[in-house]
């Protein structure tokens, strides 16, 4: 199973900038950003967690790319596409769960030792499902860092 860091819980003020996000706040991404490159160690390259292509259409940004990007700089890398428009909103834990296949690897990652990145870890099925298509392009996921743990 993926080692998982997070800056905290989903409640209170980490709950209302994520939410922010997902409206589209770039400013509140950034800052998201910021406090995210605490958990930043060099080496492993960053890989966000995709959004689909409608919320991006939707929100007018890519939020846990926008924050990869803050905290890891160059090291971050987009990797990942979704497959579908498959989104985990709305599921029951055991959808959650046994969803698979819903992203496709886009760079050779092959050898990289690899950071998964995400907003917010409920179930971790979404990032052991990212973590499963990296490693079977041939890179060493070694950990993943999300913005808060529900």
């Known amino acids: 199973?993926?080692?998982?860091?997070?800056?905290?819980?989903?409640?209170?003020?980490?709950?209302?900038?994520?939410?922010?996000?997902k409206d589209g706040r770039r400013d509140v991404a950034a800052a998201l950003g910021a406090r995210m490159a605490a958990l930043y160690v060099p080496g492993p390259r960053w890989v966000p967690v995709p959004s689909s292509r409608a919320r991006v259409r939707m929100r007018g940004?890519?939020?846990?790319?926008?924050?990869?990007l803050r905290a890891a700089g160059e090291a971050a890398c987009a990797a990942l596409r979704r497959a579908g428009s498959d989104a985990q909103r709305g599921r029951?834990?055991?959808?959650?769960?046994?969803?698979?296949?819903?992203?496709?690897?886009v760079a050779d990652v092959r050898?990289?030792?690899?950071v998964l990145c995400d907003d917010v870890c409920t179930t971790?099925?979404?990032?052991?499902?990212?973590?499963?298509?990296?490693?079977?392009a041939g890179a060493h996921v070694v950990a993943a860092v999300v913005v808060a743990l529900a």
Do not use: P
């Not at 050898?111 to 690899?114: A, E, I, N, S, T």
């Open 1 to 21: 199973s993926l080692h998982v860091r997070a800056l905290g819980t989903y409640d209170g003020a980490l709950r209302s900038a994520i939410l922010a996000v």
């Open 61 to 68: 940004i890519d939020g846990v790319r926008t924050i990869a």
């Open 92 to 105: 029951s834990r055991t959808e959650r769960i046994s969803a698979s296949g819903r992203f496709t690897c």
């Open 111 to 114: 050898g990289l030792h690899l």
């Open 124 to 136: 971790g099925s979404t990032l052991e499902d990212c973590a499963h298509e990296l490693r079977a």
